[in-house]
């Protein structure tokens, strides 16, 4: 089995396994889930995302420190922030192990003289963003799969939204967010990122 492989079967078990995880006392007032998707030490050989969820009680107590109601429903400043799962990163021998074995790998060598080096830093950030494409692309994969197989809805007693996201709004993490779930359980998303109101 390639590395790639491992990690990516090994990353959506990991995935269902939190959200199964997720104490049954808090389950009822969860309205959506947030992967929230990052590069650590903005190193982008080490694309990672944390999961965590919001509740509905969150969101009204924060009402009152966000410009809307929406604002503090949709924008994950304003959410718990509970991580119950971390996939990627520095620390993850699975991911470092796909990366070696990938098309875009570069050494810590190259990655220290690229610091003096215009061509080959602009080269590595390509290689880096193109493992990072991928690997976005794949967790876009899990969390349909998640959906398919009944992971959120057999939780949740329906499905509910998950938002792909950065710290930041705009439309890249939004088509991630729009790629991942069916059209319906955004619309209130959407309309809220297409107003300014995150």
């Not at 809307?68 to 996939?87: P, R």
């Not at 991942?180 to 209130?188: H, V």
Request: with cysteine.
């Amino acid at each position: 089995m390639k590395s790639k492989d491992i990690f990516l079967a090994q990353s959506y078990d990991k995935l269902a396994q939190a959200i199964s995880d997720i104490p049954e006392e808090v389950t009822t007032d969860i309205y959506a889930l947030s992967i929230f998707y990052y590069a650590e030490d903005d190193d982008p050989r080490f694309p990672c995302i944390e999961v965590s969820y919001n509740t509905q009680a969150q969101y009204l107590q924060q009402t009152a420190n966000a410009t809307h109601e929406t604002e503090a429903k949709w924008n994950y400043a304003f959410w718990l922030q509970e991580s119950i799962a971390k996939i990627g990163g520095k620390s993850d021998v699975l991911l470092n192990d796909w990366f070696k074995a990938s098309p875009y790998y570069y050494s810590e060598t190259e990655n220290e003289a690229a610091k003096e080096d215009d061509e080959l830093f602009d080269r590595l950030m390509e290689l880096g963003e193109n493992f990072e494409t991928e690997f976005i692309e794949h967790i876009i994969n899990h969390t349909r799969k998640l959906f398919k197989e009944h992971v959120i809805e057999k939780k949740f007693g329906q499905d509910i939204p998950v938002i792909i996201h950065e710290l930041e709004y705009y439309d890249q993490p939004i088509s991630w967010t729009q790629k991942a779930n069916k059209t319906n359980l955004i619309e209130e998303f959407l309309e809220a990122y297409q107003n300014g109101k995150l």
